[in-house]
């Protein structure tokens, strides 16, 4: 089942829980606008290439729409269309004032210079200016772009507008971008595991953990989980898997991997088939690479007690249902992979107001978001019953609803 459908899914099934008006969760589902804009750019040989750029705008009820812009070959609408929904509900599900909306670009990013990925950001803003905006659509990294990307948008962007640092997050520090943003999701993901395992009597330090995925999200969640005692006993990511029944030295692991590119041939760990590692045995799984690696095919082995979800949309509808009937507790990725678009959040605020937080504050604010969005999170499950991502979807339906409600949609 591809996102968007699992995506409906969820919502429709909230939307039952919730008891909504037929008319009002028919409404909620559609878009505020979809942008498509062909972005023509001279290559660097003096050949012209053309590449689609798409820009959904989901909803804005609750305040300017926020999601982020990827350069992928496999961007098409219906993803978009998704991703879009869903920053929605998550930004609501950490009850920050934002919408949804998600954008990207046809390409493959690996195969452009740097000067004409530059090219093609510039007419990608171009293109879509007069409809983004620091109090409209704030747009961030994503698979394939990054913090140059963004200050190229923040450049070409304040072309028309004048200097608008807010217009973006995910900027480098030199531009406005926050301290801690970086490692925001990472962090933001430990911040979630803390408070489930907490429900249970547990901590960190007295925990096996496997992570999928050695990226941005996985490395700082292993880290972060390192230094508070946590056990990591086997980690993997596109180039191999590496385990220690004991715990892998996560500092000198990712000194390695900064030094070859791998993580494989690293001394303090045995080599394992990287897709072993969703079903090792461990206490906590945390899924940090792509969608939908959790499926009926392996649903079955999977021996963790809880899955963490830092990816989207890790774990499909049916292997969803599996792993509830072998009793392992899933927290979902909208609510657990929320610290990126929060920490965004506190740098558009920090820009507004021209005053920049120290990190120790952005880490501060964050752990006080994400433990307060689970205790909202558990007291929606125990009031409809229901499981964490029911319990994440109601809640995050339900914020949205009610706004559009206040603001009038009838009229």
Not at 371 to 376: D, I, L, N, R, W
Request: hydrophobic content about 40%; charged content about 25%; aromatic content about 6%.
């Amino acid at each position: 089942m591809n996102a968007l459908a699992a995506t409906n899914r969820n919502f429709r099934q909230a939307a039952r829980i919730l008891g909504l008006d037929s008319k009002l969760e028919k409404s909620l589902l559609i878009p505020f606008r979809e942008i498509k804009v062909e972005c023509t750019i001279p290559k660097d040989d003096g050949t012209l290439v053309s590449y689609v750029g798409f820009r959904v705008q989901h909803d804005n009820a609750r305040g300017p729409m926020k999601g982020g812009i990827r350069y992928h070959p496999e961007v098409d609408l219906d993803e978009v269309n998704a991703l879009a929904q869903l920053m929605t509900w998550k930004t609501a599900v950490v009850d920050i004032p934002y919408g949804g909306a998600k954008g990207g670009i046809g390409c493959k990013p690996k195969d452009l210079s740097k000067s004409e990925l530059e090219r093609l950001t510039r007419v990608f803003t171009q293109k879509i200016h007069d409809l983004i905006g620091i109090n409209t659509d704030v747009p961030a990294p994503d698979m394939g772009t990054n913090a140059q990307t963004m200050a190229w948008i923040l450049d070409e962007y304040s072309k028309f507008h004048g200097h608008s640092p807010a217009i973006v997050t995910g900027k480098p520090i030199d531009l406005g971008g926050s301290l801690g943003r970086e490692a925001a999701t990472g962090r933001g993901v430990v911040y979630a595991t803390e408070a489930l395992l907490a429900e249970y009597g547990k901590n960190i330090k007295d925990l096996t953990f496997a992570i999928q995925g050695f990226g941005n999200v996985g490395a700082w969640a292993a880290k972060l989980i390192h230094e508070r005692g946590g056990k990591v006993i086997a980690v993997s990511d596109i180039t191999g898997a590496v385990k220690n029944p004991n715990g892998l030295d996560i500092p000198a692991l990712l000194n390695h991997k900064e030094a070859t590119g791998k993580l494989i041939d690293f001394s303090g760990g045995d080599v394992m088939n990287s897709d072993e590692v969703l079903t090792h045995e461990c206490d906590v799984l945390i899924p940090c690479a792509l969608g939908g690696v959790l499926n009926r095919e392996n649903a079955d082995n999977v021996k963790a007690k809880f899955i963490i979800e830092a990816a989207n949309h890790p774990t499909d509808p049916e292997a969803d249902e599996i792993l509830s009937k072998k009793g392992i507790v899933i927290l979902p990725d909208i609510y657990a992979n929320a610290g990126g678009v929060t920490v965004s959040y506190f740098e558009w605020v920090q820009n507004i107001q021209g005053f920049m937080w120290d990190e120790e504050k952005v880490n501060r604010e964050l752990k006080k978001y994400m433990t307060k969005a689970f205790h909202k999170l558990k007291n929606m499950c125990q009031s409809h019953d229901c499981n964490l991502r029911m319990g994440a979807f109601t809640l995050g339906v339900n914020r949205v609803a009610r706004a559009t409600t206040l603001r009038g949609w009838e009229a």
